[in-house]
């Protein structure tokens, strides 16, 4: 399994960014995918859940109507659409997803809300 997180960076308080995260290894449209952020000094916390078939959505409080969820299984990649960013949303962006029995992580994407 490997999960490869691209799109983040910097961006200003008010912007927009989508980060991508490329699946391999597995059956990609099987399984439910995850995204989650760390912030510095903070664990590691759930932001959005997607089911296989993206039929069900979950976000957290934190992020309700500004980031979006969505996948593509043609191209085995999970999106997290990210509007109206504010500084404390300034994180690693993980994707995760649960095959066989094991979490599996990416590197992670370093986004940084900042004026």
């Known amino acids: 399994v490997q999960l490869v997180e691209s799109g983040g960076g910097l961006v200003q308080p008010g912007g927009s960014l989508r980060l991508s995260c490329e699946a391999s290894?597995?059956?990609?449209?099987?399984?439910?995918m995850k995204w989650y952020r760390q912030a510095p000094g903070k664990e590691r916390g759930l932001v959005a859940t997607?089911?296989?078939?993206?039929?069900?959505?979950a976000y957290a409080d934190s992020v309700e109507d500004r980031f979006t969820i969505s996948r593509d299984n043609a191209k085995n990649t999970v999106y997290l659409q990210m509007n109206s960013l504010k500084p404390e949303d300034t994180a690693v962006y993980y994707c995760?997803?649960?095959?066989?029995?094991?979490?599996?992580w990416g590197q992670g994407t370093q986004v940084i809300v900042s004026s």
């Open positions: 997607i089911s296989s078939a993206g039929g069900s959505i």
């Open positions: 290894g597995f059956t990609f449209s099987s399984y439910p």
């Open positions: 995760n997803a649960y095959v066989q029995g094991t979490g599996h």
